[in-house]
């Protein structure tokens, strides 16, 4: 399989809990983007990555947020303390290039409840 | 900030009835792209339209990209139920070039057969 993919791809859990995901992209992109889509929204921007390094983070992400992708492949994102308003679906997508198409997985479900 | 409106929010039609969305800056656009996503998927990359004026086709869906590149469009002739899903057009937003996306907030389409 040669796409994105994200684990898990569902999460419940209780407010006030730790979560991390995982997304692993396809293989040659060193670009890693995560993104959060709530229902009957477009995707939002979240943070980005060229290969280990994070260049880019939105001030949607807030401190109880933190993603990291430590050799340039995989990326994990950890949210901390968990708040209703968290439940969202988190895409993780990858891309070869700035101006190019952007890949996305088929995203982590979380459920705060 | 930079944004994109999409419209219509949502649109009903009878199979075989033709479809459009249109996309609107208030700034002039790098490049445009549009992406699909079924019910209970995840974004898919459709098209990327870069130059003024630009119209590119695949099979029954006409991209076009406007003559000032603040405005696109997608046009699908004589709809099917496989069209289903909301169709999201995306800028690549911010300084520099992490190639986020900004999505609008995207046209769910529903074909009734």
């Known amino acids: 399989d040669t796409g994105v993919s994200q684990d898990p791809r569902h999460k419940i859990t209780k407010r006030g809990q730790n979560v991390t995901f995982r997304c692993d992209p396809i293989?040659?992109?060193?670009?890693l983007y995560w993104y959060r889509q709530t229902l009957g929204q477009g995707p939002e921007f979240l943070t980005y990555?060229?290969?280990?390094?994070?260049?880019?983070k939105s001030r949607l992400l807030s401190d109880r947020f933190s993603a990291e992708r430590p050799k340039g492949s995989f990326s994990t994102l950890e949210i901390q303390r968990t708040e209703q308003g968290d439940s969202a679906m988190y895409l993780c997508?990858?891309?070869?290039?700035?101006?190019?198409?952007?890949?996305f997985g088929p995203g982590t479900r979380l459920t705060v409840t | 900030g930079q944004q994109v409106m999409q419209i219509p929010q949502y649109q009903h039609v009878q199979e075989g009835e033709d479809f459009t969305t249109y996309c609107n800056s208030s700034?002039?656009?790098?490049?445009i792209q549009w992406y699909k996503q079924r019910p209970g998927g995840h974004p898919v990359f459709l098209i990327q339209?870069?130059?003024?004026?630009e119209v590119k086709k695949q099979k029954r869906l006409t991209f076009q990209f406007g003559e000032a590149k603040k405005n696109s469009s997608l046009h699908i002739t004589a709809t099917q139920t496989t069209d289903v899903g909301t169709y999201f057009c995306?800028?690549?937003?911010?300084?520099?070039?992490?190639?986020?996306?900004?999505f609008g907030q995207g046209t769910t389409l529903q074909v009734k057969p």
């Open positions: 293989s040659e992109h060193n670009r």
């Open positions: 339209l870069v130059k003024s004026g």
């Open positions: 700034t002039t656009l790098s490049n």
């Open positions: 995306a800028e690549r937003g911010g300084s520099g070039n992490t190639g986020k996306l900004i």
């Open positions: 997508a990858s891309s070869p290039g700035a101006g190019l198409a952007g890949y």
């Open positions: 990555f060229q290969n280990e390094a994070q260049l880019e």
